[in-house]
């Protein structure tokens, strides 16, 4: 199974861009690349996804490499509600989904 | 509303005992998953199903048993034969679609279970 390695935490000033890194270099043709973060003692929400081309939706941002061997979430203004665990993860079209640990993102106000 | 359910949010089961811990889904979706987390961890996957009546293990299965007689219930048993069964249990399911494409998963808001 391909498995991604994020930074274990990172911290932004509220109000400004923060951008999340992902390292995926055994990703494989057909994985799509899947952002959710969670909050403290709450189930993990969905956050964006995208194959090969860089994706917008109304939370964030997703650029992905060229070569697809990394990719970063951007959250174009952090606020404190942004403050949570992200996670990359890999998804492959026979539906077993990895986790790894995330990155703990803390928002300064 | 439509969403997944897990209860309780909390249960407290002494150790030896068997517990089920319940997911259902009005999602109408094919796919459905169970996940371990501990604390300051990442999501560890228990068993999946894709369909009614088949499921399949994931990287944790020993110690844990599963059924899926039903499109919307994922019920979820731990055994006394799991060493360390105190986590947080989380549910979710997915809307598998075409071969080529990738759907979201959709998490319930989780089971802690302590076992004294």
């Known amino acids: 199974d391909a498995k991604t390695t994020q930074p274990n935490s990172m911290e932004s000033n509220e109000e400004e861009p923060v951008h999340l890194p992902c390292n995926h270099s055994?990703?494989?043709?057909?994985?799509?690349i899947h952002w959710y973060r969670q909050l403290p003692s709450q189930g993990p929400e969905y956050v964006i996804h995208?194959?090969?081309s860089n994706v917008n939706n109304r939370m964030a941002s997703l650029a992905i490499a060229e070569d697809r061997k990394s990719s970063t979430l951007i959250l174009h203004r952090a606020t404190l509600r942004d403050a949570a665990v992200y996670y990359c993860?890999?998804?492959?079209?026979?539906?077993?989904?990895?986790f790894g640990p995330g990155t703990s993102l803390s928002v300064i106000p | 509303d439509g969403g997944i359910t897990q209860s309780p949010k909390y249960l407290f089961r002494k150790e030896g005992q068997n517990v089920t811990l319940s997911c259902e889904q009005n999602?109408?979706?094919?796919?459905m998953y169970w996940y371990r987390q501990d604390p300051g961890q990442g999501l560890r996957l228990i068993y999946y199903?894709?369909?009614?009546?088949?499921?399949q293990k994931g990287d944790i299965a020993e110690g844990y048993s599963v059924s899926r007689e039903k499109k919307e219930s994922f019920p979820l048993t731990v055994t006394s034969a799991q060493k360390n069964p105190t986590a947080f249990y989380l549910c979710?399911?997915?809307?598998?679609?075409?071969?080529?494409?990738?759907?979201?998963?959709?998490f319930g808001p989780g089971t802690r279970l302590t076992v004294l």
């Open positions: 999602l109408n979706h094919d796919a």
């Open positions: 995208g194959l090969t």
């Open positions: 055994t990703i494989s043709g057909t994985d799509y």
């Open positions: 199903s894709q369909i009614v009546n088949d499921f």
């Open positions: 993860i890999l998804k492959t079209s026979y539906d077993k989904v990895i």
């Open positions: 979710a399911s997915r809307e598998t679609g075409p071969a080529g494409t990738s759907n979201e998963q959709f």
